[in-house]
């Protein structure tokens, strides 16, 4: 018990200590400016826009399963043998369709994310450090390791600025 509280008691000191020599700190969410610039919201409109008729294909598929599903549940008793095995066939087929697709979009917004962080992560670095020259500070931390902090410390507004001041 008398370590626990030793170990508590210096850790405690350690961290008071780095802190006192942080006097000027900001927080930022990187995440958040790189997604509220204007690139990251024209890039998301136009993969929207482009991936529309496989999400329209992907609910057309739903529906057809629901379909086949419903068929199944009120027709079982007087299918025949070959008409239920037509249906599975049939379900089978729309469910590789509907992986397919779905697999194809998700692949697609993986390619068009990582390229977009690609182009705009060197920037936003750029900015992190021309901000913290700026404001002097100390200590710049990921807003979401920080338990609270107050509103006028958050520079990541100022970020997505500069990043759409690139653009």
Known sequence: MR??????ALTVAALST???????????????????????????????????P????????????????NRFKTDAKVLK?????????????KINEYNSTAEGLQKRVDETQATMYKTLLPKLEKIIEEIRKEGNYDIIIEKKNVI??????DITSK?????????
């Open 81 to 93: 043998e070959d008409q239920v095995r037509a249906l599975q066939t049939q379900a089978q087929s």
């Open 18 to 52: 780095s802190a006192a020599y942080a006097n000027n700190v900001a927080v930022a969410d990187s995440q958040a400016a790189i997604f509220n610039s204007k690139y990251a919201k024209q890039t998301v409109a136009s993969l929207n826009s482009s991936l529309k």
């Open 3 to 8: 370590h626990l509280f030793a170990t508590v």
């Open 148 to 153: 609270w902090s107050s509103p006028a410390v």
């Open 54 to 69: 496989q999400r329209d294909r992907i609910e057309a598929l739903q529906k057809e399963l629901a379909g086949i599903e």
């Open 159 to 167: 970020i997505t600025q500069r990043l759409d001041a690139t653009q």
